[in-house]
């Protein structure tokens, strides 16, 4: 029966959801929380950080109050739609606080044939396996099984601890399955018998043989090692999720679907270069970041005007070519999640100004991990700028939904004849691929050929854009 007070309780928490941050996504990782218990928040604070498969996003409470509960720890991936706070809306009201929802008690489920079972690749198996149902609630609750096992370990050694359901946060379950670790041969050292994260790395940490060592021994330490890595271990193991995943089958899905082609091209930038000189000087462009990428991305932009059919889509489904009247740019990032693509929403209609801001706002954004996931859908063409890291070009593969992706080397000064000289020149390679089921031979050579014209001679910026 629900009480008066029940009902007031009801009304003064309120409780904030995962919510969809993308685009049909289904889950999140909480990576960081910004608020604790007792803490104050207001309507639009940021409260916790979470990673998608598309990027790093932080989440905005869209309410007052102090904050009265925690659902998730760090480190914990959430489904879209489970509440991850809850707050108190109307504190000092003198109401019943709710008691936390206790932790659901975990259900036998039937062991598993022996033997080695079907598993991710790269991650190992273990000789048994069986499939765990997620804990509902908070998942830091102790349900009163737990006291009943703790109550045969203490009595009868480590049996009854192996017999049933190891006890372990769901943070640390995913850490043992990532692993290939079987917790039910890892020896808890945390409160009421519970395995920690350093348990489930001891458990990993090759050990010399001996007997067998009780419950009532001393735990053996962690080791100093970073995660996933045992000291003196020839292999790492890192679990491959969030952003990174989503790139990985991205990419296959791009290299296995659409035929690429590439052609490359040599081009003297003396004049691109002295180009940039000139403008770090122009007071129009001051407060801005004036560079090799800003003249390059501003000549592709005048190549696709100049060769709109280049700007285009496939849709499979409809059998037909998307011919897009926009352009948005892509600058592909590498960041410490793995390479993102963001992109400069219709940069063909920015002016250079506006572009060198947008392209250094881009590059800040991408390298705090505060790329949002609407910054980098819908892109059209990208560049990708492999120069940074001294190479010379490379064979670029198409971001998904894209037609055109343009590689750009590292400039160097090289030998090269200039007005029937051999003299030292600033020398890059340009490399773009394309969608050749859009793109046929003529018209990626007419692009790639107009970004070479306009880099070799920048003065074409004026009389072709």
Known sequence: MTTMNDTSNAARFREFKMPDVGEGLTEAEILKWYVQPGDTVTDGQVVC?????????????????????????????????QVIIAVDVAPGSGD???????????????????????????????????????????????????????????GHGAVAVRESRPLA????????????????????????????????????????????????????????????????????????????????????????????????????VTRTMKLVAELKEDKDMAGVRVNPLLIIAKA?????????????????????????????????????????VPNIKDAHEQTLPQLAASLGELVSTAREGKTSPAAMAGGTVTITNVGVFGVDTGTPILNPGESAILAVGAIKLQPWVHKGKVKPRQVTTLALSFDHRLVDGELGSKVLADVAAILEQPKRLITWA
């Open 169 to 268: 946060k769901p943070p640390v379950r995913k850490l043992a399955k990532d692993l290939g670790i079987d917790l039910a041969t890892v020896v808890p050292t945390g409160e009421g018998g519970i395995i920690t994260r350093e348990d489930v790395h001891a458990a990993a940490t090759p050990v010399p043989a001996q007997a067998p060592v009780a419950v009532e021994a001393a735990p053996v330490p962690a080791p100093e090692v970073p995660a996933f890595a045992a000291a003196g271990a020839r292999e790492t193991r890192i679990p491959v999720k969030g952003v990174r995943k989503a790139i990985a089958q991205a990419m296959v899905g791009s290299a296995f679907t659409a035929p690429h082609v590439t052609e490359f091209v040599t081009v003297d």
């Open 49 to 81: 950080e979470v990673e998608t498969a598309k990027a790093a996003v932080e989440l905005p409470i869209p309410f007052d109050g102090v904050v009265h509960e925690l659902r998730f720890p760090e480190g914990t991936t959430v489904d879209v739609g």
């Open 300 to 340: 592709l932009l005048v190549a696709i005007k100049r060769n709109p059919e280049v700007n285009a889509a496939w849709d499979e489904a409809n059998q037909e070519i998307v011919q897009k009247h926009y352009v948005n740019l892509g600058i592909a990032a590498a960041t410490p999640r793995g390479l993102i």
């Open 96 to 154: 019943v606080a709710p008691a936390p929802e206790p932790a659901a008690q975990p259900e036998p489920e039937p062991e598993a044939p022996k033997g080695r079972q079907p598993v991710l690749v790269g991650y190992g198996v273990a000789e048994t396996s069986t499939k765990r149902r997620a804990r509902k609630g908070t998942g830091t609750a102790v349900p009163a099984a737990a006291a009943a096992i703790q109550g045969e370990m203490n």
